[in-house]
Every structure is written in C-alpha cells, then in structure tokens.
C-alpha cells in the first residue's frame, strides 16, 4: 500500500474527527480510510488513534506524528515547484 496515502488517510482523519468525514472528502468508502490507518498503524508498530463507534480519539505518539506529517506535506509542493 502506498505510504503517502496512509499518511494523508491518517491527517484526513485526524484533523477532521472522523474515518467518514475523511472519507467523504477522499471520495472513497469508510472502510478504505479504516484499512490504510490500520496498515500504517501496523507498519508503525503504534497506535495512532483510539477507535470505537462512536469516538476517535488520537494517541499521545499519534498527535506527535500527525504534526510531522502535516509538515511533510505542505513542504511536499515546495519540494516539487523546486524542480518545476
């Protein structure tokens, strides 16, 4: 599975609240969100986000990479337009 999609599956996730709502935003089903945070969850070898059916509730270490990540990406165009 592609990394960079599981890492933008997790901030989807993270900073909306919500697997459906970034689903909604991905154009994709729930259940795809769920599998790509569980993959990076699993490759990780961490638990980014609390899930039950009712709450979604970010870890400790999730919160800590969530902010590198966000900082990835919005450095990812930068890196592009660089060799553009």
Wanted: glycine share 6%; aromatic share 4%.
């Amino acid at each position: 599975m592609d990394r960079l999609k599981q890492i933008e599956a997790f901030v989807s996730v993270a900073t909306r609240g919500s697997l459906s709502a970034a689903a909604r935003v991905e154009g994709v089903t729930p259940a795809i969100v769920g599998r790509r945070i569980d993959a990076l969850e699993s490759r990780l070898g961490i638990k980014l986000l609390l899930r039950t059916t009712r709450k979604l509730t970010i870890t400790f270490e999730g919160q800590a990479f969530l902010e590198d990540c966000q900082r990835l990406l919005s450095d990812l165009p930068n890196a592009e337009a660089t060799v553009t």
